[in-house]
């Protein structure tokens, strides 16, 4: 594969100098041509200083009361210094600050790359970052061109400006406010929209995925099992714990606690945005870290899930004849060679089943955390909890993204996971025994 390299821009030295840590002002106030300024020194993070003086007071009261005046902001973090164009800090946040300190995945990068250089610059590249007003991040935010760009926005902005501010690039915060009040203005809208005309389906604020109901999650996994039983644990993984196919294929062994029965996401396999030095061919087999903070999480996993995890690793074990150390390395999900599976490896294999199942070719892989999504939330398991088992950081979003209201309930996940056993098992001819209640940490409650 070849993949192009990143290309920085050139280095703001301004902005690589950091926030600002230290100042000195000097003791008095100094009379020039008539009129008070005052002097003082500001020190960075990397060090350097500049040295700044403020004029045209005619008392020395005025000069004194002003000096007061920086100092609290400096104190506050609202005074600036440092005022770049909205481009300028914008291609340097996404290279300098969340590829090479906060270590995006590539695909959050050409993410925000896109928002940035199609829908944020056009508009407002040229302004001074300091001289931004929430009317003008509302102004661009309002010319989103569909829904989805709009949340990629939400994300550049709200990111970006938390990072300036820490910076001390800008004395407010007008992110936080205006992406508030653009949510409401999409939510006002939707509901005069369904008040106007209540036979129009509800529009969701995103474009939401199908999900496919228990029933026909059940036939997929029993026709796997039957058909294709190398993709079967893959593929039980995800419809029964949600996880992501890029944290699926980085999984090994030693990230299933057995005791516990959990499995622990530390990470994900996939295409770093540094390619330096990555042979050809590994570009894309990459072990990352998570997709985001709460990307690194620990899933619970249900006990039917769990005793197939048993019985496969025993086979595993006895097929590669492994050491009971060396099989705690061994990725759950690998090639013959032991190497790890590529982020596609379930394209093939899935199309064959969705068509002898009769599932629409627009049906992806990813749809599966939709599913799994809800048919929790329809049982009405805790959404907080659910977000973090799937790793997001909002309930709402998992709720107005994953969430497939149109699809039908399922009368208990207790009752699902028997049912998982039980379609399943038959294609192993094997009497279905007992389960004890307890599946995961997140369905104790929903399980009393």
């Not at 496969?312 to 050491?323: F, I, P």
Request: contains cysteine.
């Amino acid at each position: 594969m070849n993949a192009k390299p990143i290309c920085y821009p050139p280095k703001n030295k301004d902005l690589s100098r950091g926030a600002i840590v230290s100042w000195k002002f000097r003791e008095n106030i100094t009379l020039s041509h008539g009129i008070y300024v005052i002097r003082f020194t500001v020190w960075f993070q990397d060090g350097s200083c500049v040295h700044k003086e403020k004029g045209g007071f005619h008392t020395k009261k005025e000069a004194l009361a002003a000096r007061e005046d920086i100092i609290s902001m400096l104190n506050c973090h609202e005074y600036v210094i440092i005022n770049v164009s909205v481009e300028d800090f914008l291609e340097y946040w996404l290279h300098y600050y969340m590829i090479d300190e906060q270590k995006i995945a590539y695909a959050t990068y050409v993410t925000y790359r896109s928002a940035i250089r199609n829908d944020i610059v056009p508009e407002i590249g040229k302004l001074k970052l300091n001289d931004l007003s929430k009317s003008d991040i509302l102004s661009v935010l309002e010319k989103a061109r569909s829904p989805s760009i709009l949340q990629r926005m939400y994300g550049v902005f709200g990111a970006s400006f938390r990072y300036a501010k820490q910076m001390n690039l800008v004395r407010y915060n007008y992110a936080i406010p205006a992406i508030k009040t653009k949510r409401r203005m999409v939510r006002l809208k939707k509901q005069k929209l369904e008040a106007s005309d209540p036979t129009l389906p509800p529009q969701p604020a995103l474009k939401k995925r199908r999900s496919l109901t228990a029933g026909q999650i059940c036939s997929l996994l029993y026709l796997c099992k039957t058909e294709i039983p190398e993709f079967y644990i893959p593929l039980l993984l995800a419809c029964t714990t949600g996880c992501r196919i890029s944290e699926l294929i980085a999984l090994r062994f030693r990230d299933i606690d057995f005791l516990r029965k959990e499995i622990h996401i530390k990470g994900q396999i996939g295409r770093p945005v540094d390619i330096t030095d990555i042979p050809t061919g590994q570009v894309t087999k990459q072990h990352l870290q998570a997709k985001s903070a709460a990307g690194k999480r620990v899933i619970p996993i249900p006990e039917f899930t769990m005793e197939e995890l048993v019985a496969y690793k025993c086979r595993t074990v006895k097929e590669k004849s492994l050491t009971n150390e060396r099989i705690w390395d061994t990725y759950i999900w690998c090639r013959a060679d032991g190497s790890s599976h590529g982020r596609r490896d379930y394209q093939e294999p899935f199309k064959r089943l969705k068509e002898k199942l009769g599932i629409p070719e627009d049906f992806h892989w990813h749809d599966l955390r939709h599913s799994y999504a809800t048919i929790m939330e329809n049982n009405h398991v805790n959404l907080k909890e659910m977000a973090s088992v799937l790793g997001h950081t909002s309930g709402e979003f998992t709720l107005q993204v994953y969430v497939d209201k149109s699809t039908p309930e399922f009368p208990g996940v207790k009752k699902y996971f028997d049912f998982l056993k039980d379609s399943v098992q038959q294609a192993m001819k094997i009497e279905t025994t007992h389960i004890e209640p307890g599946y995961s940490v997140f369905l104790t409650k929903l399980l009393q």
